[in-house]
C-alpha cells in the first residue's frame, strides 16, 4: 500500500524512513510553503530517541555533540547551580543542528525507492489530487495545507506572550559537555554545546520587556559563565505558544508532529515528543502486520487511544516548570532556592527525572 504524508519536514521525512523500512511505499506532498530550514535553530535528542534515529538509517551520520551534563540556575544566584543532571558512563543527550540533521534525512528519503517527493499547489491542486489517489491512510504535519486548517481546529492553547531567540555564541576552545539552563527575570535562557568552539543560545524573552538586537546580545553576555566569546551570530526569533490538540484525526486523516503539540523550548522536548510519537505509531503498524491485518484507519484511532493522555501529561509538566519559574522571580527565588535544595539531594527525584527527559511518560 501507498501512505500519504503532508508536509516537506524533518518529521516526515524521519517517519517516511520507518515505513519504508516496514516496505511500504510512501508519498510525501508538499505545497509552495514549505518548512523553513532555520540556520540557527539546534535540536535537543535524547540518548534514547538519538540511538533511535541512528537504527532507521545504519549508514545515515548525524552529526551532533554528546552533553554530559546539564546545569540549572536561577536568577539570583548565577554561581551555585539549583540542580545538576549528569551520569558519568554516559550522555545526557546529544545537540544538533536542525539544518544539519534535516538534510541528512532528506537527502536519504530523496535516494529511498520507496519514497516520492511531489510538490502540489495547495490552492488549487489539492481535492482532485487526492481523488484520485484515494489514500487509505494520510499523515499530515504540514500547518499550512487545508486539512489542518479545515479539521484540526480544537485545542488547548495558551499564548506565552514571549519571543525565543536563538543564535550560535562562537568562543574560544574550551571541553564543551555541559548545558546550562538560567530561569533569569527576562526568560529562560540555555547555553547549548555544540562543539568546543561553538555554543547555541535559546533566550525565550517575555514581551513585557522590549528589546533589540543589541540588548539581547548584552544580556547573553551578562549571564554567560563559561565561555569567552568572541562572536554571537545574527539571532533569529519565533512566538511562544503552547497548544494541544483535542483531536488528533478526522477520518483517515492523522494530525503529527508540530500541529499535533507544541511546548516551551525550555526543556529542549519538542522534537523529543515527535520522535516518541512516531516510535510508538511505528509499533502499531508492526502489531498489525504480524497479526496480517490491513492499515486502515482503525490504526489512528489506537495511535490516539495510546498517546494523546501522554502527550498532554508531559505538556502539562514542561508548562507548569515555565509557571514555577516565572513565580519564582517575582519572589526573588525564595521557591526554588528552598525546593530545589532539597530535592537537589534526592538521588531518586535526579534519577526519574532524567528517566522521563530520556524516554518520555509511559503509563
Given at each position: 500500500m501507498r501512505i500519504c504524508l503532508i508536509g516537506k519536514n524533518l518529521t516526515n521525512f524521519v517517519l517516511a524512513m520507518n515505513l519504508a523500512n516496514k516496505n511500504l511505499n510512501v508519498d510525501i506532498i508538499f505545497g509552495s510553503n514549505t518548512e523553513k530550514k532555520f540556520s540557527q535553530r539546534t535540536l535537543g535528542i535524547s540518548k534514547e530517541n538519538y540511538n533511535y534515529l541512528l537504527k532507521i538509517n545504519k549508514q545515515m551520520k548525524i552529526p551532533a555533540w554528546p552533553v554530559k551534563s546539564i546545569k540549572i540556575y536561577s536568577d539570583k544566584?548565577?554561581?551555585k547551580e539549583l540542580l545538576e543532571f549528569k551520569n558519568k558512563k554516559k550522555e545526557n543527550f546529544f545537540l544538533v543542528?536542525?539544518?544539519?540533521?534535516?538534510?541528512?534525512?532528506?537527502k536519504f528519503c530523496k535516494k529511498n525507492k520507496k519514497?516520492?517527493?511531489?510538490?502540489?499547489?495547495?490552492?488549487?491542486?489539492?481535492?482532485?489530487?487526492f481523488l484520485e489517489r484515494n489514500y487509505k491512510l494520510i499523515i499530515n504535519s504540514d500547518k499550512n495545507s487545508k486539512f489542518n486548517k479545515k479539521y484540526n481546529n480544537k485545542k488547548i492553547e495558551k499564548n506565552y506572550n514571549s519571543v525565543a531567540y536563538t543564535g550560535i555564541v562562537i568562543h574560544e576552545r574550551k571541553v564543551n559537555k555541559e548545558a546550562i539552563q538560567i530561569f533569569t527575570k527576562f526568560g529562560p535562557l540555555a547555553f547549548l554545546p555544540l562543539s568546543q568552539t561553538k555554543t547555541s543560545v535559546v533566550f525565550s524573552i517575555l514581551n513585557d520587556f522590549k528589546m533589540n538586537e543589541p540588548q539581547i546580545f548584552d544580556l547573553i553576555k551578562k549571564y554567560n559563565l563559561n565561555y569567552k566569546i568572541k562572536k554571537i551570530n545574527e539571532l533569529e526569533k519565533f512566538n511562544l505558544k503552547f497548544f494541544m490538540s483535542r483531536n488528533y484525526l478526522y477520518n483517515n486523516i492523522l494530525f503529527f508532529g508540530d500541529i499535533l503539540h507544541k511546548i516551551h523550548p525550555l526543556a529542549g522536548q519538542g522534537f523529543n515528543m515527535t520522535i516518541r510519537d512516531i516510535k510508538i505509531l511505528s509499533s502499531l503498524i508492526d502489531e498489525k502486520i504480524e497479526l496480517g491485518l490491513d492499515l486502515d484507519e482503525s490504526l489512528f484511532y489506537d495511535f490516539q487511544k495510546k498517546t494523546k493522555h501522554l502527550n498532554y501529561i508531559f505538556g502539562i509538566g514542561v508548562d507548569f516548570i515555565h509557571e514555577f519559574f516565572k513565580i519564582d522571580?517575582?519572589?526573588?527565588?525564595?521557591?526554588?532556592?528552598?525546593?530545589?535544595?532539597?530535592?537537589?539531594?534526592?538521588?531518586?527525584?535526579?534519577?526519574?527525572?532524567?528517566?522521563i527527559a530520556d524516554k518520555g511518560i509511559n503509563i
Amino acid at each position: 500500500m501507498r501512505i500519504c504524508l503532508i508536509g516537506k519536514n524533518l518529521t516526515n521525512f524521519v517517519l517516511a524512513m520507518n515505513l519504508a523500512n516496514k516496505n511500504l511505499n510512501v508519498d510525501i506532498i508538499f505545497g509552495s510553503n514549505t518548512e523553513k530550514k532555520f540556520s540557527q535553530r539546534t535540536l535537543g535528542i535524547s540518548k534514547e530517541n538519538y540511538n533511535y534515529l541512528l537504527k532507521i538509517n545504519k549508514q545515515m551520520k548525524i552529526p551532533a555533540w554528546p552533553v554530559k551534563s546539564i546545569k540549572i540556575y536561577s536568577d539570583k544566584n548565577n554561581s551555585k547551580e539549583l540542580l545538576e543532571f549528569k551520569n558519568k558512563k554516559k550522555e545526557n543527550f546529544f545537540l544538533v543542528k536542525y539544518i544539519d540533521i534535516f538534510n541528512s534525512f532528506e537527502k536519504f528519503c530523496k535516494k529511498n525507492k520507496k519514497i516520492k517527493l511531489k510538490k502540489l499547489n495547495y490552492q488549487s491542486q489539492t481535492k482532485q489530487f487526492f481523488l484520485e489517489r484515494n489514500y487509505k491512510l494520510i499523515i499530515n504535519s504540514d500547518k499550512n495545507s487545508k486539512f489542518n486548517k479545515k479539521y484540526n481546529n480544537k485545542k488547548i492553547e495558551k499564548n506565552y506572550n514571549s519571543v525565543a531567540y536563538t543564535g550560535i555564541v562562537i568562543h574560544e576552545r574550551k571541553v564543551n559537555k555541559e548545558a546550562i539552563q538560567i530561569f533569569t527575570k527576562f526568560g529562560p535562557l540555555a547555553f547549548l554545546p555544540l562543539s568546543q568552539t561553538k555554543t547555541s543560545v535559546v533566550f525565550s524573552i517575555l514581551n513585557d520587556f522590549k528589546m533589540n538586537e543589541p540588548q539581547i546580545f548584552d544580556l547573553i553576555k551578562k549571564y554567560n559563565l563559561n565561555y569567552k566569546i568572541k562572536k554571537i551570530n545574527e539571532l533569529e526569533k519565533f512566538n511562544l505558544k503552547f497548544f494541544m490538540s483535542r483531536n488528533y484525526l478526522y477520518n483517515n486523516i492523522l494530525f503529527f508532529g508540530d500541529i499535533l503539540h507544541k511546548i516551551h523550548p525550555l526543556a529542549g522536548q519538542g522534537f523529543n515528543m515527535t520522535i516518541r510519537d512516531i516510535k510508538i505509531l511505528s509499533s502499531l503498524i508492526d502489531e498489525k502486520i504480524e497479526l496480517g491485518l490491513d492499515l486502515d484507519e482503525s490504526l489512528f484511532y489506537d495511535f490516539q487511544k495510546k498517546t494523546k493522555h501522554l502527550n498532554y501529561i508531559f505538556g502539562i509538566g514542561v508548562d507548569f516548570i515555565h509557571e514555577f519559574f516565572k513565580i519564582d522571580n517575582k519572589t526573588n527565588n525564595l521557591l526554588s532556592n528552598s525546593i530545589f535544595n532539597i530535592l537537589g539531594k534526592n538521588k531518586f527525584f535526579k534519577k526519574y527525572a532524567t528517566l522521563i527527559a530520556d524516554k518520555g511518560i509511559n503509563i
